[in-house]
């Protein structure tokens, strides 16, 4: 946690920047710690421990900006790291665009406390940490004959920011997480060994689902035994929660200022154009409590507050920074989302399935791209055929392709199953004709 003389020490360092030759400064401190207990077959493999703690420093001086960086957090070694800044600043070609916020737009305080850091994270006992890691192993270990290994862990973190703007920002976030993981190989059929995961994390112990992690991996590798391609052709193509949120990541990348300010955005000049079907609609939500993801202001000190994205396939909005909106002359939103949430469905991934005659349902994207200029993609995939509402066999070494406008518009379905545990809250999709290539 940071301490008074950390906040006294960052309100020094902006101080001195701004009676040092800047004209405004922005002041970052941070500290946080990570751990991880890392087992194969439910022994010790590797163990990490860290803290860390610095100092950040963006500089305007004379129509020139520059950030810097330092774990050195003492004043003799700041006050030299802070003019040799300004003083390396001034060599920079001058920017015009590089300016704060307008303070009417920061985070004026006063929200209630969002609970995304745990009071008790410091007396979590380390044999209690390995002891979760253990359980997970041993739901699997032993379980079937074709086990060749159970990876399991356990992770957490904590972290404390403080922020200042030198044209009126202060706030403070805290923040911590936990996280068990679960990893199974199997001998599969000749050579192969497929392998698969489940993870489960949560930024309060007490809320970290810990049973059944290990248990869920092995099912999942046990159903890929026999992989072969299918054959080519259009299908329905499901896509289960682990992964739905690869295929909006080139829909959000395209909504960036820096994408669209680079002209290298597919969804440039779309606002208010029809992008997905009727069937999506997503939703930016910053203030949910104890959620990953939740904050009251971004990376600027910006005030977030939630927004429509897309509305019944509408496009709503884009993700841009100060920077940006004053390269493009146009009016800043956000430097970037907090939680993003796809209005779901009523069926769950099992009756999304038996909805479906003809297709193919992805549990896994193996290699790929999405152009960023025309929206084409090509992905590796992995998963199961779909025939008469039913799986029938597993498949892999097959990719599908297309065009992200078009695949998002021919969403014809969204689940309830989103994982409540991730910032981005995508649950199952299904969409319609979708290329795939195999046999």
Same mark, same amino acid.
């Given at each position: 946690?940071?301490? /008074?003389?950390?906040?006294?020490?960052?309100?020094?360092?902006?101080?001195?920047?701004?009676?040092?030759?800047?004209?405004?400064?922005?002041?970052?401190?941070?500290?946080?710690?990570?751990?991880?207990?890392?087992?194969?077959?439910?022994?010790?493999?590797?163990?990490?421990?860290? *803290?860390?703690?610095?100092?950040?420093?963006?500089?305007?001086?004379?129509?020139?900006?520059?950030?810097?960086?330092?774990?050195?957090?003492?004043?003799?070694?700041?006050?030299?790291? !802070?003019?040799?800044?300004?003083? *390396?600043?001034?060599?920079?070609?001058?920017?015009?665009?590089?300016? $704060?916020?307008?303070?009417?737009?920061?985070?004026? +305080?006063?929200?209630?406390?969002?609970?995304?850091?745990?009071?008790?994270?410091?007396?979590?006992?380390?044999?209690?940490?390995?002891?979760?890691?253990?359980?997970?192993?041993?739901?699997?270990?032993?379980?079937?004959?074709?086990?060749?290994?159970?990876? *399991?862990?356990?992770?957490?973190?904590?972290?404390?920011?403080?922020?200042?703007?030198?044209?009126?920002?202060?706030?403070?976030?805290?923040?911590?997480?936990?996280?068990?993981?679960?990893?199974?190989?199997?001998?599969?059929?000749?050579?192969?060994?497929?392998?698969?995961?489940?993870?489960?994390?949560?930024?309060?112990?007490?809320? $970290? !689902?810990?049973?059944?992690?290990?248990?869920?991996?092995?099912?999942?590798?046990?159903?890929?035994?026999?992989?072969?391609?299918?054959?080519?052709?259009?299908?329905?193509? !499901?896509?289960?929660? =682990?992964?739905?949120?690869?295929?909006?990541?080139?829909?959000?990348?395209? =909504?960036? +200022?820096?994408?669209?300010?680079?002209?290298?955005?597919?969804?440039?000049?779309?606002?208010?154009?029809?992008?997905?079907?009727?069937?999506?609609?997503? !939703?930016?939500?910053?203030?949910?409590?104890?959620?990953?993801?939740?904050?009251?202001?971004?990376?600027?000190?910006?005030?977030?507050?939630?927004?429509?994205?897309?509305?019944?396939?509408?496009?709503?909005?884009?993700?841009?920074?100060?920077?940006?909106?004053?390269?493009?002359?146009?009016?800043?939103?956000?430097?970037?989302?907090?939680?993003?949430?796809?209005?779901?469905?009523? /069926?769950?991934?099992?009756?999304?399935?038996?909805?479906?005659?003809?297709?193919?349902?992805?549990?896994?994207?193996?290699?790929?791209?999405?152009?960023?200029?025309?929206?084409?993609?090509?992905?590796?995939?992995?998963?199961?055929?779909?025939?008469?509402?039913?799986?029938?066999?597993?498949?892999?070494?097959?990719?599908?392709? +297309? /065009?992200?406008?078009?695949?998002?518009?021919? $969403?014809?379905?969204?689940?309830?199953?989103?994982?409540?545990?991730?910032?981005?809250?995508?649950?199952?999709?299904?969409?319609?004709?979708?290329?795939?290539?195999?046999?």
């Amino acid at each position: 946690m940071l301490s /008074n003389n950390h906040k006294k020490l960052a309100e020094w360092a902006m101080d001195y920047a701004l009676s040092n030759g800047c004209q405004a400064a922005r002041v970052s401190l941070y500290a946080g710690s990570n751990s991880s207990f890392e087992l194969r077959d439910a022994k010790m493999d590797k163990l990490q421990q860290a *803290s860390e703690s610095g100092l950040s420093l963006s500089l305007y001086v004379d129509g020139r900006y520059g950030t810097y960086s330092t774990n050195r957090l003492d004043k003799k070694e700041l006050s030299s790291f !802070i003019k040799n800044g300004i003083e *390396s600043t001034r060599f920079l070609a001058k920017d015009e665009a590089r300016i $704060l916020p307008d303070p009417a737009r920061y985070y004026q +305080g006063g929200r209630p406390d969002l609970q995304l850091l745990d009071p008790d994270f410091n007396s979590v006992d380390p044999d209690a940490k390995k002891a979760l890691a253990e359980d997970i192993a041993r739901e699997a270990l032993g379980k079937d004959p074709r086990i060749i290994s159970v990876e *399991s862990s356990y992770g957490d973190g904590d972290s404390f920011n403080y922020l200042l703007a030198s044209n009126g920002f202060k706030g403070e976030s805290q923040r911590s997480w936990y996280s068990l993981s679960a990893s199974v190989a199997v001998k599969g059929d000749n050579e192969a060994r497929p392998s698969s995961y489940w993870y489960e994390s949560s930024p309060q112990l007490s809320s $970290l !689902i810990k049973k059944g992690i290990g248990e869920k991996a092995l099912q999942r590798v046990l159903r890929k035994i026999g992989q072969q391609k299918a054959a080519s052709g259009k299908y329905t193509l !499901i896509v289960d929660p =682990l992964n739905a949120a690869n295929l909006l990541s080139p829909l959000i990348s395209a =909504l960036y +200022g820096s994408a669209l300010q680079q002209k290298n955005s597919f969804l440039l000049d779309k606002i208010d154009t029809q992008i997905g079907s009727n069937a999506f609609t997503l !939703i930016d939500e910053p203030h949910l409590t104890g959620a990953p993801g939740a904050r009251y202001f971004d990376n600027e000190g910006v005030a977030t507050q939630r927004r429509e994205v897309f509305r019944q396939g509408v496009l709503k909005t884009y993700f841009i920074d100060t920077y940006n909106a004053k390269k493009m002359q146009i009016e800043p939103t956000i430097s970037s989302p907090s939680i993003l949430i796809l209005t779901p469905g009523t /069926n769950n991934l099992d009756a999304l399935v038996a909805g479906v005659d003809k297709g193919i349902l992805v549990t896994g994207f193996n290699g790929g791209n999405c152009n960023a200029t025309t929206g084409d993609f090509s992905y590796g995939i992995e998963g199961f055929l779909v025939e008469g509402g039913a799986l029938s066999r597993p498949v892999s070494e097959m990719n599908i392709t +297309g /065009n992200m406008i078009r695949l998002w518009s021919s $969403l014809t379905e969204a689940g309830n199953d989103a994982r409540l545990t991730s910032s981005w809250r995508i649950p199952s999709l299904v969409f319609d004709e979708v290329d795939f290539s195999g046999l």
